[in-house]
């Protein structure tokens, strides 16, 4: 019996929604009383393997070939798979990533074992029954899920647990697996990432733009916000289905649901289905020019005004913000 | 070709969710049920893929008779035919497996699931179906097109886009962006009434997973408001009192 966490890097990198799931991983392994084993696929260096062992990975297992150098979703989850079977891992932890999303049902399959997708908090033990929490409807609420298998796989929400600190002796190994051609039918072509922007499913500050900004052009100003705040942009449904921004910027029940630090949120009224895709943020901001927009009834913070006179005064205070710290 | 798409009958998007029993059952009284929207993306797509004679679209869902309006709603769309595996969807793994055993026997080009059903948002069923029938899954995609006799892709990552070729067949998991969801037309309507709609029963599977208990998101305090000609004075109360920047 051990817990296994798979560490996924980007570029050669692990992200925060990395860490916090070796954290995650190193409180469910805590509970369980056993190890926590950490598995890296692809081109990672030392220091970078090495800083996993700070969130609580007692060993770090390293499967480092050309093969394996980029991701192919069937063959990274033969090797998480052998080396949950290697190490005895009884429990598979992942981040719910884009990723993780397409590993974690493999994983399921191939280790005889119930999965939860988008897990929010830590496993509950009561009487002989482990369950864990999971977002459902698509953030309109939380489902309680009970892992009937010995076997379980758990993929973590990013930004829902915090990265504790709990270091281990830095350890570790290589990891040879005999790879199966049939698993590299998929061929990558081309990544393409755009690194000058935050990404909208990791970001803790999340600036949000609907259709009071009244068209594409007026989106100067989110995006300087954006940017003095560290933040990634969005945006609401019909914003992009006028395609105003992209799809990967919408944020909703049939968009992409997020769950930062805060959310702010300008010209948007909130519809329901975009109420649902922000409601696990921690801070809510609300900028509307109309006082009964139902998003005011979900906020934290609002202000009744024009965005396009309320947002410049924010960048101004940022910037003066800035400038005393 | 021959495409199969993978449908989900779910809650209409403007559900206010409200459970019952002790919050162990979703309450579904007055609750009108629809096509998942992500599924509508992949059928727009199949039946695109396949006009004008290139091929057949099968849709398939595992559900009780009750989901038979949103079947023929997808028969309207312009699906070939479709099959209905008369079960209660009780997890992915179920509905995966159940689907997995129809596939084996009646082998599909290609198989397409929406991204995730926007109940329980598990986006697994297409990874479950790839690992099931040994075939690639690609989890998220924003892009499908033929390129001979392989399929090029985008898949969305965080902060940008992989772009993969692969040798059909496979499964994906579509979300926007792969198609723009088509509307039924009279005709559409009037056909999906006629066109084949086979009932098949389930296996038997064991099942892995079960959920016990609902919860709402915790309410959220008055909004404490700030007057727009002192804007500046949010930022103020968000570094000192939210300690969020």
Redesign the interface.
Known sequence: MSVLIYAENADGKFKKSIFEAVSYARAIADQQNTALTAISIGDVNADELNSLAKYGADKILNAANAQLKNFVNQAYASVIAEAAKKEGADIVVLSNSFSGRGLAPRLGVKLDAGVVDGAVELPELNGGKFTVKKTAFSGKAFAVVELTSANKVIALTPNSYKIVEAAKAEKVEGFSVETNESDFKAMLKEIVRSTDKVSLPDAEIVVSGGRGLKGPENWGMIEELANLLGAATACSKPVSDSGWRPHSEHVGQTGIAVSPNLYIAIGISGAIQHLAGVSSSKVIVVINKDAEAPFFKVADYGIVGDAFEVVPKLIAAIKEHKALV | MTILVCISNV?D?????T?TDNNTQFNTNGVQFILN??DEIALARAVELTDGGKGTVTVINVGEANTEPTIRKALAIGATDAVRINAKPHD??FV?YQIAQYVKANPFDLILTGRES???????????L???L?L?????I?KLELEGDKA?VE?????????????FP?VAGT???VAEPKIPNMRGIMSARTKPLTVIEPVDVK???????????AP??Q??????DD?????????TE?K??
């Open positions: 809650p998007t403007t559900t206010k969710i459970f929207p992500y992915a793994w995966a926007i109940d329980y948002n598990g986006s697994k069923v297409a990874g479950m790839g690992e099931l040994d690639p899954s690609v989890s998220i924003k090029v898949r969305e990552i965080e902060g940008g886009k992989e772009i993969l070729t692969i040798p496979f979300a926007e962006g099942t892995n997973s079960e959920i016990i208990s609902y919860e709402t998101p959220r305090g909004v404490k408001l700030v007057a727009a804007a500046g004075k949010l930022i103020d109360l968000l570094h939210a969020v920047i």
